[in-house]
């Protein structure tokens, strides 16, 4: 089957698909305090909706998988679709995005399925403001599934992601880098980015990256590693050699032009940016009885329309309707 290819040349080889719009935490970049309301179970797609897509996604070059949500860890029995796409010839990358709190339970069940790599959300080390971000007091949990994930040598590498926020994150930077430093972890920080459900985004709560590097460098030396071609984060290692950290600089430093990636939503909508203003719908055809052709020729056709770039830094951005928890990390 021919690539998977975008108007502007670029070969799409990455898709995020969200399980559920449903999350156990309210974290206030992503979700207000008393929650959204929910999607109908009949809305979701089905696990063999998904493996039906991720088939003939993959079969176009789509090779790397990530399962989102919401939470995806909250969809009952997530261990059995990982099974279903890990047996899928043509992918050959399959990850999960998680806010932690449930992996200690279930990473067993998830790594036999064929689960090859986790991105954890933790956004403080301290108990009391990983509350006052998340609203909820779990922290204990999340780094307990952080713990039982390291037991699985499977599961490689083990990423930490931080969102960085003006006047809250400042105090946790050195503590992260300690926290590198000190566990085989990956941690990466990432800007805030407008898609928070409270619309309160400005460019003056986002806390460059930049800022962050000077921080951690004036104490713990960094050496820049680089960065992966179509890999978001720029990296950098310690310069006595205690662990790496990665940056990813959507607000600063735009990786547009790089994008080679998709993004499914909990019912079935193709987004082809995070900041879409447009969506396609794969599920309807789906239940309506189209073909694979059917869905490779819509699919084909939205993915040519995919956005040069986003317009988080122009004059008039308009943020989109969805938030973050509903496309999906």
Known sequence: ???????HGRPIGDVRISVTDRCNFRCQYCMPAEGLPWLERSALLSYEEIERLVRLLSAMGVHDVRLTGGEPLVRKELWRLVEQLSAIEDVHDLSLTTNGYL???????????????VNVSLDSLSRDRFYQLTRRDSMA???EGLEAAQQHPELRPIKVNVVALKDFTEDEVLRFAEFARQHPYEVRF?????LDADRSWTRDKVLPNAEIVSMIDAVYPLEPVGRERHGTARRYRFADGNGEMGFISPVTEPFCGDCNRIRLTAEGQM???LFSMTETDLRGPMRDGATDAELEEIVRDAVWRKELKHHVNDPGFVQPARTMSRIGG
């Open 141 to 143: 949990q999340v780094l």
């Open 190 to 194: 990432i800007e805030f980015m407008p």
């Open 271 to 273: 987004r082809t940016c």
């Open 103 to 117: 992996l200690a339970r279930q990473v067993e069940d998830l790594v036999r399925a064929g689960l090859r790599r």
């Open 1 to 7: 089957m021919k690539p998977l290819v975008d108007g």
